[in-house]
């Protein structure tokens, strides 16, 4: 063969040879950007913002429930507390990265937020009220009074539809439109209503109206772009219900907010 030819297979052989030889060289400049430990390892250091409802107590226990589940994946999370409905918004918005607790179904209206399966912690609701003459044991019984809910939260939203109720922005406004005879019953979940009683109103006239109106459990919703620490999540949570670890905090969290003091925000 001569030598011209020769040499020009040569050249060739190897620029084809530099070419393959750049190309995995990016792909691994690539990957070693990108690539980083699972989830839950012990390298990750990555901190998640999670919204919740301002001045709402049953909150309060989801929040000291999720830091620690959150702790026992090795992920550290930060809390904004903010109005019920803007607390949902902000989460399927992605300008945080997850809601503290809600109702299954919620999943349905705020399509990027998805639901941790396993419950944070059950909640009972029930009325609310100054007046003696008042029974509520179900929700038709609230026809013909003045209603108070507050706005975003679900499961009181879905109960009063049809009946016009008036809406607060927090807990502790629910309970001054109530104390202040502007809504004639105010429905709160059992542990927020009598916290609120404890905190603000001792010595007054609101106490509960009858039986449980609703009862469900909460769930943990993460916006979908944080999808892969969900079974994670589900995990740590299905292992503090099994060892007891929920109803302590849950019981400590509330007797807590039970015991007299002036009025604090998270």
Not at 51 to 66: C, D, F, L, N, P
Not at 181 to 195: F, K, L, P, Y
Request: charged share 20%.
């Amino acid at each position: 063969m001569p030598a011209r030819k020769t040499q020009n297979h040569l050249l060739t052989f190897l620029s084809i040879d530099f070419r393959h030889i750049g190309a995995l060289f990016c792909i691994l400049v690539l990957s070693s950007l990108f690539a980083g430990p699972a989830p839950g390892s012990a390298e990750m250091t990555i901190t998640l913002t999670i919204s919740g409802i301002e001045g709402e107590q049953t909150h309060q226990i989801a929040r000291e429930i999720i830091e620690e589940a959150y702790a026992r994946i090795g992920i550290s999370v930060t809390f904004l507390f903010v109005p019920g409905k803007r607390s949902l918004m902000m989460a399927n918005n992605g300008r945080v990265d997850g809601d503290l607790a809600r109702i299954l179904g919620t999943e349905t209206v705020y399509e990027n937020l998805l639901p941790v399966p396993t419950r944070v912690l059950d909640f009972s609701a029930v009325a609310f009220t100054k007046r003696a003459d008042i029974t509520v044991n179900n929700w038709q019984e609230l026809q013909g009074y003045r209603v108070g809910i507050i706005r975003g939260i679900r499961y009181s939203e879905i109960g009063t539809r049809g009946m016009n109720p008036r809406y607060a922005d927090n807990m502790q406004h629910l309970f001054q439109l109530l104390d202040q005879g502007r809504v004639d019953v105010a429905i709160a979940t059992i542990r927020a209503g009598m916290s609120e009683i404890a905190v603000h109103y001792p010595q007054g006239e609101i106490h509960q109206a009858g039986d449980v109106l609703h009862t469900e459990p909460l769930h943990h919703f993460l916006h979908r772009k944080h999808k892969e620490i969900i079974p994670l999540l589900d995990n740590a949570l299905n292992e503090m219900t099994q060892t007891g670890i929920i109803r302590k905090i849950a019981e400590e969290t509330f007797q807590t907010r039970l015991a007299p003091k002036e009025a604090d925000n998270p």
